[in-house]
């Protein structure tokens, strides 16, 4: 069964570093979502991507957050300059067309910024 | 705001109990209504989804959903422990380029 892969799963950095988290998704789909989930709160829309470009973008994705599709298979996230409150569990996730309602995720990375 | 509603538990139940999860939210316009279910340190897995209002089921699992009353509902029957899980309801936000509005998550314990 195709699945969207995460690496890597955990992720440990200083703060002010820069840290890059690779998805993979079904190689079929078209529509691209990055979310997180801090410790013990709701799951929350960061950025979605389609046709090369960011199609929607949360408050929380400002300036330190960047995504890009470098090869045709690869989507990531960039946190270019870490703070203590990004630590969270980031998922991405793919869909195949604007049409369908499943959405499939990855297992997600760990990220915590020490 | 736009806002869906869910009480985090935890929820614990026997074995063979029949469970209720709900969900409350607040814009009209949702159209899809979907459960996820999410363990520990795993991604949200969707176990199933529903167009506009009425139910629908799937073995063990019944969504159903009230649009005039903005509330959505996931019930399990003959739970079992590996059930034991966060249930995760979601709306889809068409206006948004089908981004998922999340409820808290309900964490759900089924005592063997």
């Known amino acids: 069964e195709p699945e969207v892969t995460q690496t890597p799963s955990h992720q440990v950095t200083q703060m002010g570093q820069e840290v890059i988290l690779r998805c993979v998704p079904i190689?079929?789909?078209?529509?691209f979502y990055w979310y997180r989930q801090i410790l013990g709160q709701k799951v929350e829309f960061l950025v979605s991507?389609?046709?090369?470009?960011?199609?929607?973008k949360s408050e929380i994705f400002d300036d330190q957050f960047s995504v890009e599709r470098p090869d045709g298979s690869n989507f990531t996230l960039k946190i270019r300059s870490t703070k203590l409150e990004d630590s969270a569990m980031y998922f991405c996730?793919?869909?195949?067309?604007?049409?369908?309602?499943?959405?499939?995720f990855g297992q997600g990375t760990r990220l915590t910024v020490v | 705001q736009k806002e869906v509603e869910q009480d985090p538990g935890p929820l614990s139940v026997p074995e063979g109990a029949i469970v209720s999860l709900n969900c409350t939210y607040s814009?009209?316009?949702?159209?899809?209504f979907m459960w996820y279910r999410q363990y520990s340190r795993k991604g949200p897995e969707l176990l199933m989804y529903?167009?506009s209002s009425g139910n629908k089921e799937d073995g063990r699992f019944t969504a159903q959903v009230d649009k005039s009353s903005k509330y959505i509902s996931l019930f399990i029957r003959d739970s079992q422990p590996s059930d034991s899980a966060t249930y995760l309801c979601?709306?889809?936000?068409?206006?948004?380029?089908?981004?998922?509005?999340w409820g808290a998550g309900t964490k759900l314990i089924i005592k063997p």
């Open positions: 529903t167009y």
């Open positions: 814009n009209s316009a949702f159209q899809y």
């Open positions: 996730a793919s869909r195949d067309n604007q049409g369908t309602t499943e959405a499939f």
């Open positions: 190689s079929n789909h078209l529509y």
């Open positions: 991507f389609y046709n090369n470009e960011i199609s929607e």
């Open positions: 979601a709306m889809i936000d068409m206006d948004s380029n089908y981004q998922l509005i």
